[in-house]
């Protein structure tokens, strides 16, 4: 008989009279005995029947299943996450010194439904930022009844940075039409861009900001855009949909691009998104800088079709972006 570790050989027991033998070795229904409870010198895994292992696997699936369907609609979704970047662009004009970097705070996405505990810690981190700049790109409602809260959100973000503002699908999509979205903004010193550009000043930098309109809603116009920009340091280029990077209708030479609407994936376990919305192109969130633009890729606040979360928290972007 061949012996694995853990058995060991004992003599034979004496039968007495009418006694049956039990033929299974005591050494093999210890070891099956042990597999049942996890212990050391286990029987090898084919011991374990067929179909006792497949409910065994069935129950751990269903628990990993159950556990990230409760994640994604309660944890994640609820999970603000903030994230900092250092940027810089090389000098534009000779003899400059640096000066303090200018911080650009993104807000993307947030398809207000309430101002809950999310919103709260939204607002909170964005006094915490003491942010030069604030971009709104895009998506903020998404729905007419939300008017009223996007309202009330900008009147509690802080008063002091310069505000700017694009549109994106679903402020087109909302029912609420556009000139009440830029009301809305402007009510609250936030510049609407769409299709235009500005000047912000930064000690002795000028940083010019331009929108472009929505790519699915609405008509990007990158001629009209830069039309009468005046010089600047550096330039900053607000778009909603990522895939408006790859359009030559669409080009603009920016130092920088920001962006939204893709949500991450929304639903994107172990970061792989199976499903991004149209719009989206090649890009998920995060760096992009392998185009003549560096662009980030916020993965924006809020949720839009399902309410769930998974492997894509909420994401406020910091930047502090050392101007040329």
């Known amino acids: 008989m061949t012996k694995y570790p853990g058995w060991h050989t004992r003599p034979a027991p004496t039968l007495t009279a009418g006694a049956v033998r039990d033929e299974t070795p005591r050494s093999d229904a210890a070891a099956a005995r042990a597999a049942d409870r996890g212990l050391p010198g286990a029987a090898p895994l084919r011991l374990l029947s067929r179909r006792r292992w497949l409910r065994r696997a069935a129950l751990v699936g269903g628990l990993a299943g159950s556990g990230m369907a409760i994640d994604g609609a309660f944890v994640t979704p609820y999970r603000l996450v903030e994230s900092r970047h250092a940027f810089a662009t090389p000098r534009s004009r000779p003899g400059l010194v640096p000066e303090v970097p200018l911080r650009i705070a993104q807000v993307s996405d947030l398809h207000l439904e309430a101002i809950g505990p999310l919103e709260r810690r939204l607002l909170e981190r964005l006094h915490e930022a003491r942010a030069d700049v604030i971009a709104f790109t895009g998506d903020m409602i998404d729905r007419r009844g939300s ?125 792989w998104a199976p499903v991004l919305p149209a719009g989206s192109g090649r890009y998920v969130a995060g760096w992009y800088r392998d185009g003549a633009v560096p662009m980030y890729v916020s993965r924006g606040i809020g949720t839009s079709g399902l309410p769930f979360r998974i492997g894509s928290p909420p994401e406020l972007v910091i930047i502090d972006w050392s101007l040329g």
């Open 147 to 271: 008017l009223e809260l996007l309202d009330t959100f900008l009147g509690e973000c802080p008063a002091r940075p310069q505000r700017v503002a694009i549109p994106g699908n679903w402020e087109y999509w909302s029912g609420v039409p556009l000139e009440e979205h830029r009301r809305v903004h402007e009510d609250h010193g936030a510049e609407w861009l769409v299709n235009r550009s500005i000047l912000v000043s930064h000690g002795t930098r000028q940083l010019r900001v331009t929108g472009l309109d929505d790519l699915r809603g609405g008509r990007p116009d990158a001629t009209a855009a830069v039309a009468d920009a005046a010089p600047a340091d550096a330039h900053l280029l607000l778009l909603h949909c990522p895939a408006l990077r790859d359009l030559p209708s669409a080009a603009i030479p920016a130092d920088l691009a920001l962006a939204g609407h893709t949500h991450g994936g929304q639903v994107a376990p172990l970061g």
